[in-house]
Nanobody, 127 residues
Framework: EVQLVESGGGLVEAGGSLRLSCAAS????????IGWFRQHPGKEREGVSC????????YYSDSVQGRFTVSSDNTKNTVFLQMNSLKPEDTAVYYC????????????????????WGKGTLVTVSS
């Protein structure tokens, strides 16, 4: 059973930084995409960033490009999201998700593509 466990959320002032972690376990497939999504209250879940295992390409939404960086530690099956220059509008529940298969485009930013989800971690950015 695939399990994704997020950590690292919390309260931070605008302009500050946070690093989220996602520990993945129980998967046996070699081709996948793993990404970060967020959901604001009353809104649909949106893709923030994803990473393709095929070629290591990273994708970002326009709203976080240049501020957020996704990375991975394959020895620990952990993916990170470094969030800098945080804004109040970044406040949301952040989810880690994984999709089986090869991804060669930003299609991995689409939530419908994901097969597995973590439970989420809350990020609150105060103004």
């Amino acid at each position: 059973e695939v399990q994704l466990v997020e950590s690292g959320g919390g309260l931070v002032e605008a302009g500050g930084s946070l690093r989220l972690s996602c520990a993945a376990s129980g998967f046996t497939f070699h081709n996948y995409a793993i990404g970060w999504f967020r959901q604001h209250p009353g809104k649909e879940r949106e893709g923030v960033s994803c990473l393709s295992s095929n070629d290591g390409t990273r994708y970002y939404s326009d709203s976080v490009q240049g501020r957020f960086t996704v990375s991975s530690d394959n020895t620990k099956n952990t993916v990170f999201l470094q969030m800098n220059s945080l804004k109040p509008e970044d406040t949301a529940v952040y989810y880690c998700a994984m999709a089986r298969g090869g991804y060669y485009s930003d299609l991995c930013l689409k939530s419908v593509e994901m097969d597995y989800w973590g439970k989420g971690t809350l990020v609150t950015v105060s103004s």
